[in-house]
DNA sequence: GTCAAAAAGTTGCAAGTGCAACTTGTATAT
DNA sequence: ATATACAAGTTGCACTTGCAACTTTTTGAC
């Protein structure tokens, strides 16, 4: 069996949307799993008052839809910011037991379970700094986690900090205010987007 | 081919731990999920000082291990709390491309799957409440979710309000004090732990 | 270069929150 | 019935934080 069979079977489709689109406003009461191909895509959520406002950016296999989590269920949009190619996968389909048989199936289902699985841990990452209560606290355990991953007691960020702030959902502010009294404290330095643990870890 | 053989091949281990036990001190290091079968453990933190506070509960269906989060590398232990069956899953033998040539692999990969996208959606649906900075904000959007998921402006909760402290990841008192606001404000009753929404959603 | 836009960094202030230390209520067991 | 433990609920206070409103620096386009 071909692999564009099967996914007709499986109620897998590929989409492809052009700059400013909407992102398949029909799967919204479905149980649906979405992957994000190519190109980049936001979760705009529009509030009571009319203005729009991004939930979640969607870059390259980001994982979104109602199986995910509750956000495509309200009033919220999925719009590309660019030429975006995604991947819609039924959940139901995909979780019929006759499917095993089928090797491309299995072939599948393997690598879509690797990027759930990944996603899930980067997810619990972040819960192991969102539970933090405080900014220092949330920001030692990011800086915890980094050491972990990267033996190293250097941080490096790839992204501004402004993105670290939504990351670790505190003020902007309030996180440089904090990042100053660690510096006083000694615990780190910082140099541009470098982070330097002082302190036994 | 038996699954029994199948595991083994995998590396998939079951194990059964007695209440007080530790589980598996060796898997710290490997790349592993775990996943709970049967009985309770807690993942325990040992603080610098020396005492130890709980940083887990594993129920029943519970997934751990370093795959999973970065839980398990550092100064933690995962005791057995009652007579506790696990399941240990080697994550670099599950993701061998020849594994999908066993049908018997192939039905545990959909099922493991399927416990795995759960519970990165249980997550993702906590991210939404943690993301919020204020606790009402918290509150409101937890309320949202229950709503959206149960269709019902009548919110039981199945455990103790502290636990919903700690799922919303505030200190219990302050959690109190909001509750006690949105009430003054009209927006919820609270008969013990029946919560009713009282505007529109 | 010059300009505009984004990011970095700072500050005052009011409001929110964690924490500790309670009281009250409600089960469960002996 | 009494004791014990746990959950619910309250309050004062100091500290933390979000927010708004800046300035300064960096980046990227023309």
Redesign the pocket.
Known sequence: MQIGKLFVLLGVHRYRYAKGEEILPTIKNDNIIGIVLDGFAQIMNIEYNGNEMVQENLGKNSVFGTTISATNSEDCQIIAKEDTEVLIIDYVKLMRPENTNHNYFNIFLSNLFDIINTKYRETNERVKVLEK??????LLKFFEIEHRKNHSKNIY?SF????LADYL????????????HLKDDKLIE?D??KIKILYEI
């Open positions: 209560k405080q900014i220092r606290e949330k960020l501004p900090f402004k993105d959902a505190i003020d902007r502010s309030a996180m440089f205010r904090e990042l100053k910082v541009g987007r």
